[in-house]
């Protein structure tokens, strides 16, 4: 899946790393936002062997979209807001 | 007096507005990072586009509950990105997380304003990455400028489908379908009783018609077959027109909901007893039309207490607090609880024809097939439901939901069945030849949502 940014997108650019790779967003994305428009199709791995997962909600409800952020420990990608330097892995 | 509200959507605001005016400076909690709620959530600091662009016909609502949020909650005990995550009745002390830290406030008297989520049906396919709720798709492009897919189908019933729809359109998003379940969707939505609240109304056939207009491709009375698929995600969606003839859209992305059902974990906590209502068909936590839980110090207000949108939710939030007010023996405004009183009665009846206009598509849940995924959060299937209250079963069929939750699992994910939760009773109550509120519904845990063990066992040791 890919999130395409369509407006308001005149925000300053940070950089992010994720799963190691460097990779570009803007500032007031969320973590799902940065990965999705950048590219990375997906969020978390189902631990049930049935496939990638992108989150469903965007509201902090469905619990599918939670990532690693180094230091922070585990996070959902919809509601926690891109830091510039982040290191996000993915489950 | 200590007052507790959780939540700053329409009905928390105007709930708030009213405390503060007597003179009080409640505790105010929400998850969000900033006021508004779910339909007049306010993008992050950096995003420019104005109250008009942001939220259409709703802007002048939207800016009005804006300023009087910003101007309440320096007056208030305002704790952003705080999730209230267990109450403890008796001994009314109610539980938070904030960044962390552990947070534990005693109250007098909570107020509940914690608003709704898309209620959906599942369907082959619908965990794809691609696949998400209709508020999901609103959220991205409100909150963060994006489009969930470069052609969008949108699927489901109810006012949200041809929302999203009109506003991915105004966007400059392809719509590749609008896909509704009920038949004669369009013409339902003129229903008489609808005309009990003729701003909303209008805006409704507003959208329908602009959809129309453009010759958008729009299908009622449809069955929802599949989403397909590849190791990219979405690529199209199946389904079944009216006159029984297969069809696809090719699409990278799906938006889905059929209406929306209350966020009452906490007043399940809170030990409120909840009734099915079978007009709007989503459980309901008990409270009087001012909004008092038979718990006493509970209150309640707002989507959470009941599915009634927002101009309701802003009403009902301030006459929940009047209540609170009355209850604490202060004077308040008897021409304003009158005036609030009578709007809540029109706006019941607006929403009694709206619900029996879009109903919940219970025969597409229950049918759901057995190998189709129903719990997202630990891959269950319908048919695993099924089994647990399936007669030749080891175990004694599961004659309710929470039994039914044991033997199979769904429900017990980490979502705590937000998501499968109504399909999920469905697909039971038809297995057992019974009717979906004799099947009871999932009760609430605590914690509502994920939070570090270690902060649990803190409260519970
Ligand atoms: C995703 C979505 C999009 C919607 N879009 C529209 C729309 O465009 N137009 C429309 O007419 N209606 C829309 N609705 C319907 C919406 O429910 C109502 O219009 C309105 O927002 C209800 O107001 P409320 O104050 O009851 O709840 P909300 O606006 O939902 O506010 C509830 C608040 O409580 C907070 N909260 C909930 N639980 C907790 C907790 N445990 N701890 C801390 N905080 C908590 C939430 O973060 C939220 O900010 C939408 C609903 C959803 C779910
Ligand atoms: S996408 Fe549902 S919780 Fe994040």
Redesign the pocket.
Known sequence: MRLHRLLDQDRPEIRFRLDGAEMTARQGDTLLTAILAAGGGWLRRSEFGDGNRAGFCL?GACQDCWVTVEGLGRRRACGTLLAPGMEVRRG | MKVVV???????VRAVEQLVRSGLSPTW????ADGG???YQRPPAGFRRDARALYGF?ATRAAALHATFDALAPRTDWRPG????HIRPQARRLYAMQDGAQQEIGYDALLL??????RVIPLPGWTRPGAATL?AA??ALKAQGCAIGRRVAFLGTGP?LW?AAYQYARAGVEVAAVLDTTRFAGKLAAAPGLWHAPATLATGLYYTAWLRARRLPVTEGIVPLAIEGDADGVTGLRWRDSAGRDRATQCDAVAMGWG?KP?AQ?ADLAGLPFDFDALQHNWVPRRDAAGRAPVPGIYLA???AGIA??EV?EIA?ARAALALLEDAGQGVDAALVTHLDRALRRQARFRAALDRAFPFPSALAAGLADDTILCRCEAITAGELRAAAAEESALVPAPEVNRAKAYSRVGMGRCQGRVCGPAGAEVLAAALGCTVAEVGRLRGQPP?KPIPITAMERVAG
């Open positions: 509201m | 959780v939540g700053a959507g329409p009905a928390g909690l929400d998850e969000a709620g779910r339909i709703e705080t999730l209230a995550w304003c914690t608003g709704a989520m898309d508020g609103q959220i949200l929302l929306l966020e906490l707002g989507d959470g949108g927002a939710a939030g509502v």
